[in-house]
């Protein structure tokens, strides 16, 4: 099981980002996917959660409305499109497959200005 995030950077307050999750060694199509993310100093917190076929979504009540969780099943990817970012999105976001306890490697996200 391999899960490879991408898509971080460096991006001012109000700005987009879009992180990609790239699933291999498994049918993540059978699977419930999750991104996280852990701030300095803080636990790691669920952001946005995905049912298999995309038809279940929930979001932390911090990014409602802001972010959307996709996925893509014929190409093993997950997507979080992060919209009007906020200081306080600056984190390590993680991609999690919570039923195989997997977690790629994280992507680090700095909303500055």
């Known amino acids: 099981v391999q899960l490879v995030e991408s898509g971080g950077g460096l991006v001012q307050p109000g700005g987009s980002l879009r992180l990609s999750c790239a699933a291999s060694?498994?049918?993540?199509?059978?699977?419930?996917m999750r991104w996280y993310r852990q701030a300095p100093g803080k636990e790691r917190e669920p952001v946005a959660t995905?049912?298999?076929?995309?038809?279940?979504?929930m979001y932390a009540d911090s990014v409602k409305g802001r972010f959307t969780i996709s996925r893509d099943n014929a190409k093993n990817t997950v997507y979080l499109q992060m919209n009007r970012l906020k200081f306080e999105d600056t984190a390590v976001y993680y991609c999690?497959?919570?039923?195989?306890?997997?977690w790629g490697q994280g992507t680090q996200v700095t909303v500055s200005s």
């Open positions: 060694g498994f049918t993540a199509s059978s699977y419930l």
């Open positions: 995905i049912t298999t076929s995309g038809a279940g979504i």
């Open positions: 999690s497959v919570p039923m195989l306890g997997s």
